[in-house]
């Protein structure tokens, strides 16, 4: 009995050591699960890609470069391409030139390019994609540098966003309305701009509308003469584009009945200066893309539409474009995405859709 | 299975012959051991925070160094471009190796992680830099001063583009760094806390071990001193107290033991020596008693036989003078029984003389009753030296002519027949009498019945005495037994060899 009693004893105490030696070690194993979690910040292993690839854009901050980059990024991860938000790291801004000098110095395999038409970026493209075996391949995305070696570029039909953007114009004009104004981007090529008025004029023919203000007889639009004028905005600096637009408002010579925008800056600034100048009603806008504001605007009736380039795509098919010439040396040349008219009736989804994104994160 | 059994019990063994103070000395060395083993391996993890702690910012001091040697570079290059000196040349080509060593560390694989791809843009940058820098050194050699000029110019681009790339990583890393060295700081400090829970912890568990292992170690003493507590009241008879081990505790315990053990013997011995002696003084009573009482019967009849021996005496002078032979016969004859039962109921006679006395009976009794007993000894052994308590076969014939023969319709006969039988000698008296009735034998043979002769017939010793002397002179039980079977009885006397009384 007291053998028993004292094998037991034994046992406990060597249960206890045991015990206390296990409490130690796991006491220590917590400690350093822990720390590796949370203070050497040790995360998975990054994941390691095939090819490097510069996104070069002027306008970090907007909504539409932004998605593109994003599209692109996404695509990127599932075809082995690390897109690079270039230049977003570094602490002072610098032009898409100096960008591009960077990236081509830093010998990376591809570049997704906001384009433009200076001679100087044509030339820098030219230099990356004329460097033989190191040969960086260019895809220029939302505004092509014509003229230029690029391999591809991927944005929307120029003629046929005008030619919707006027046909929205035109569905919410009123008997009293007289002048359309469409806001032009001085940094898009000529072509560009002259291609998105030639669909304007497509439609306003169709409608028997022209700019000499004939009457309207057709299946848009009221009995009224339409003027159709265009006015470029520089928005190459900044606050210049929203300073010209409020101008153009508060004056009312030139205050338009209807403004057509080709550019996000745009559509914020006219959104803005006609909130300010309180002129909600008395001028209506067409806008281009959009974001949480604007759809916001759309919902209120201060914005009429806009149009809406699915921007996603568009980085989406530079990454594709990227693969498809990495992989066979040639590509398509003009890769066109498709837009869609954000009104009244379908923002409300679009709205939830992406206040639930930002949301989530 | 065996070599495990004999290890466990060779451990055991050795184990329960440590003494206290090892097993004290092996307790304190494990608890120690203990205590040292969690605050060193806790004092590892913190050398481990601290470690990490000053290689938080290992990487900024790197780009600093980086960037140094691109600052050499760019000055040593603008020098050596401006006055062509050598030392500017040495310069120059020593921040390059220093700086291409420096940038081989940096990452050059495309990984999904921010610092890691500016990391790669700086090398690649730096790749073409360190390219234009050499062009243009060797345009200057050459004196070509446009080429120089250009190449200058780019490589001053660049040299713009990697000191802001550094910067921005500088950045990047001090702001992860701080961020680290924030954390670490937490975790530091979440050490210290698991640290100080962890030393109490294990000081419980000390404590808590401490208390298993001394229990061990003072249960014994704690029940040897309850025994010593019982020992003490008197109580002897408690069983003995398990001994474990041979430390000092098990040696008291197991003396201990001992020491009960020899009380109890001790007290034993007492008690039997007391008991024998009692009973020895209760048996010399007894003894005294019983012939105290034969004395006394015979006292009673002395007066008879003084007066008759002597007159006897006087009667067989005067049968001797009258020529009467048979009648002297007679009377020498009573005297002689007479006598001989007078002088010899307290001693030790021989067998032999006892049965002359018998002899001496018969021929009386023959005479008184005109010879209607018949007599017969069967003696088959050597009697000489036997010695016997006297009186005592001559009641037992008395017996049978008293009880058995006298009064019967048919010859008499009565056989005393002595025999050897293993240890003992047998002596039996026969008579062919009437018997005993079974209930009075039943009551003979328990001793409830002494036979006490009547007045006039007999010497006046019964059976009953004659058993009773033989067990205390013999101290054994079973000496004496009597049979009866319808006619005639057999009284059974055993003498034992081995005992023989020694007068």
């Known amino acids: ?361 | 299975m065996r070599i495990d059994k004999a290890l466990q019990g060779g451990m055991k063994k050795f184990v329960s012959h440590l003494s206290i103070q090892t097993k004290l000395i092996s307790m304190f060395l494990l608890t120690s051991l203990l205590a040292f083993f969690a605050t060193n391996y806790m004092l590892t993890n913190i050398n481990r925070s601290l470690l990490a702690i000053e290689k938080v910012y290992t990487s900024n001091e790197e780009l600093n160094v980086i960037s140094e040697a691109l600052n050499g570079i760019q000055q040593n290059m603008k020098e050596y471009l401006d006055s062509r000196s050598s030392d500017s040349l040495n310069g120059y080509y020593r921040c390059i190796q220093e700086y291409s060593n420096r940038i081989q560390e940096l990452n050059g694989e495309i990984i999904g992680k921010d610092s890691a791809i500016m990391e790669k843009n700086i090398r690649g940058i730096s790749d073409s830099y360190l390219t234009i820098t050499g062009e243009a050194v060797e345009a200057r050699r050459a004196r070509d001063i446009n080429r120089y000029s250009v190449s200058y110019d780019k490589a001053s681009d660049l040299y713009n583009y990697l000191n802001a790339y550094i910067f921005s990583l500088n950045n990047q890393q001090f702001k992860d760094n701080s961020a680290n060295y924030a954390n670490l700081a937490v975790s530091l400090e979440l050490l210290g806390r698991i640290t100080t829970v962890m030393n109490i912890i294990v000081a419980l568990f000390n404590v808590l071990l401490i208390f298993l292992l001394t229990r061990q170690i003072t249960r014994p003493l704690k029940e040897l001193s309850k025994a010593a507590n019982a020992v003490a009241e008197g109580n002897f008879n408690l069983p003995d107290l398990p001994v474990h081990s041979m430390d000092e505790v098990g040696v008291v315990t197991k003396t201990f033991n001992e020491m009960l053990v020899s009380i109890r013997a001790y007290i034993l011995r007492i008690k039997e020596s007391m008991e024998a002696e009692n009973e020895a003084k209760e048996r010399e009573l007894l003894m005294k008693n019983h012939l105290k009482d034969a004395q006394l019967k015979y006292y009673q009849a002395q007066i008879h036989p003084h007066f008759l021996f002597n007159t006897l005496n006087a009667g067989a002078q005067l049968a001797m003078l009258e020529n009467a032979e048979r009648t002297y016969s007679f009377i020498q004859k009573m005297s002689e029984f007479f006598r001989y039962s007078m002088n010899n109921l307290e001693k030790d006679v021989y067998l032999r003389e006892e049965l002359e006395l018998v002899e001496s009976y018969i021929y009386i009794m023959n005479v008184r009753f005109s010879g209607e007993i018949c007599f017969e000894q069967q003696i088959t052994c050597d009697i000489e030296g036997i010695l016997v308590p006297g009186m005592i076969l001559q009641p037992l014939v008395e017996n049978a002519v008293q009880y058995g023969i006298r009064d019967i319709d048919w010859e008499g006969k009565v056989i005393l027949s002595v025999k050897e039988e293993d240890s003992k000698y047998c002596i039996c008296v026969e008579d062919n009498g009437k018997g005993i009735p079974p209930q009075r034998l039943a009551e003979i043979q328990k001793g409830v019945i002494t036979t006490s002769a009547d007045k006039g017939l007999s010497n006046g010793v019964g059976l009953g005495n004659v058993r009773e002397r033989l067990e205390l002179y013999y101290k054994e039980d079973s000496l004496f037994s009597i049979e009866s079977e319808g006619q005639g009885t057999r009284v059974y006397i055993y003498i034992p060899k081995g005992s023989l009384f020694t007068p």
């Open chain 1, 1 to 361: 009995m007291r053998e028993k009693k004292d094998r037991s004893t034994l046992i406990i105490a060597l249960l206890m050591i045991a015990l206390l030696v296990s409490v130690i070690l796991v006491g220590g194993w917590y400690y350093r699960v822990w720390s590796k979690q949370r203070v050497m910040n040790e995360e998975e292993a990054p994941k390691a890609y095939t090819y490097h690839c510069a996104f070069i854009s002027s306008k970090y901050e907007d909504p539409f470069c932004n998605s593109i980059y994003e599209g692109a990024k996404t695509a990127g991860e599932e075809a082995g391409i690390y897109v690079e938000n270039y230049g977003r790291q570094l602490s002072l801004n610098y032009s898409i030139n100096e960008l591009l000098q960077m990236a081509i110095a830093a010998n990376v395999d591809a570049i997704i390019l906001e384009g433009n038409q200076e001679y100087s970026t044509v030339e820098l493209i030219n230099q990356a994609m004329d460097q033989g075996e190191r040969k960086i391949v260019v895809v220029t995305v939302a505004e092509d540098s014509v003229g230029s070696k690029r391999c591809s570029f991927i944005g929307e039909n120029k003629f046929r966003m005008g030619y919707d953007l006027c046909s929205q114009a035109l569905a919410y004009a009123d008997e009293e309305d007289e002048e359309i104004l469409v806001l032009l981007d001085h940094m898009k090529e000529n072509t560009d701009n002259n291609i998105v008025i030639s669909g304007m004029q497509k439609l306003l023919d169709e409608n028997k509308v022209n700019s000499t203000g004939a009457k309207k007889e057709g299946t848009l639009g009221h009995s009224l003469n339409y003027k159709l004028n265009s006015q470029t905005i520089d928005s190459s600096e900044a606050y210049n584009a929203e300073e010209q637009i409020r101008m153009l408002i508060r004056n009312l010579n030139t205050r338009p009945d209807i403004i057509i925008c080709t550019s996000l800056t745009q559509t914020k600034s006219v959104y803005q200066s006609i909130v300010d100048l309180n002129c909600v009603g008395k001028v209506k806008v067409i806008g281009f893309y959009y974001d949480e504001a604007i759809l916001e605007a759309i919902e209120k009736g201060i914005i009429q539409s806009t149009y809406v380039v699915d921007a996603n795509e568009i980085g989406v098919q530079a990454v594709n474009s990227i693969g498809e010439y990495k992989e066979y040396g040639y590509v398509s040349d003009y890769v066109s995405v498709d837009a869609k008219i954000v009104d009244q009736k379908n923002v409300r989804g679009i709205l939830q859709k992406l206040q639930t994104e930002e949301e989530t994160g």
